[in-house]
């Protein structure tokens, strides 16, 4: 039972280049979430899907692109990669309701 | 929009007991957490209440909801070096661990 898998847990990407960071989970939870964490901000909600097929804007979705095609991954789209998208990203899972959000180890984006 | 606030830093002695702050502004939130992120790691949840509860206790941890004032507290006795972390306070957006509303954190910092 490995949880909340994230990668690549490091990268650097030039500006306007494009990649996928991958999300996957073992626990059959229908709730996935992408954050971003940024210094003195806190982390803020990019893309949640609360189901396979569905999925919804959080608070700073402007850059990013997701699908939720399957139960067990979330993949996270940057289409053109900007320097104020350097952050390290968490993807997390939960079933719903009260029950723990199980986060990933997070991935250090860094955008130059 | 919902926002969550809490104290940047806490300095304690081992041994003293901390008390984290947080307030939040969405009265609809059926569940508050706290959550713990050491160094380069990823969020682990610490403990979470119900909006029908005042308070809820597990073993060093001690939460404290004053509904009315949507004040939160965490409360960790004997606190120990092992407790140097951040500290972040959610409330569950629309009452789903899917979407989770942060605090910036609070940077627990346990002198010797």
């Known amino acids: 039972n490995a949880g909340v898998t994230q990668t690549p847990k490091f990268q650097v990407l030039k500006t306007g280049q494009s990649m996928t960071l991958q999300c996957a989970q073992d626990?059959?939870?229908?709730?996935m979430s992408w954050y971003r964490q940024d210094p003195g901000m806190g982390l803020r909600l990019i893309h949640y899907?609360?189901?396979?097929?569905?999925?919804d804007q959080g608070e700073v979705p402007n850059g990013y692109n997701v699908s939720r095609s399957t139960t067990e991954d979330f993949p996270l789209r940057l289409l053109s990669a900007a320097p104020s998208q350097t952050s390290v990203y968490f993807c997390?899972?939960?079933?719903?309701?009260?029950?723990?959000?199980?986060f990933g180890q997070g991935t250090r984006l860094t955008v130059v | 929009g919902e926002d969550v606030e809490q104290s940047l830093f806490l300095s304690v002695r081992e041994g003293d007991s901390s008390v984290i702050n947080c307030t939040y502004t969405?009265?609809?939130?059926?569940?508050l957490y706290w959550y713990k992120q050491e160094p380069g790691a990823g969020l682990q949840l610490l403990t979470y209440?119900?909006?029908?509860?005042d308070m809820k206790q597990d073993q060093r941890l001690t939460v404290l909801l004053n509904k009315k004032d949507k004040h939160l507290s965490l409360r960790i006795a004997d606190t120990q070096t092992g407790d140097s972390a951040i500290y972040f306070c959610?409330?569950?957006?629309?009452?789903?661990?899917?979407?989770?509303?942060f605090g910036k954190g609070t940077k627990l910092s346990v002198k010797p």
């Open positions: 997390a899972s939960s079933s719903g309701g009260e029950t723990e959000a199980f």
């Open positions: 626990m059959n939870h229908e709730y």
């Open positions: 899907s609360v189901g396979a097929g569905i999925t």
């Open positions: 969405d009265s609809s939130s059926t569940y």
């Open positions: 209440i119900f909006s029908n509860m």
């Open positions: 959610a409330e569950a957006y629309g009452g789903s661990q899917g979407n989770l509303i």
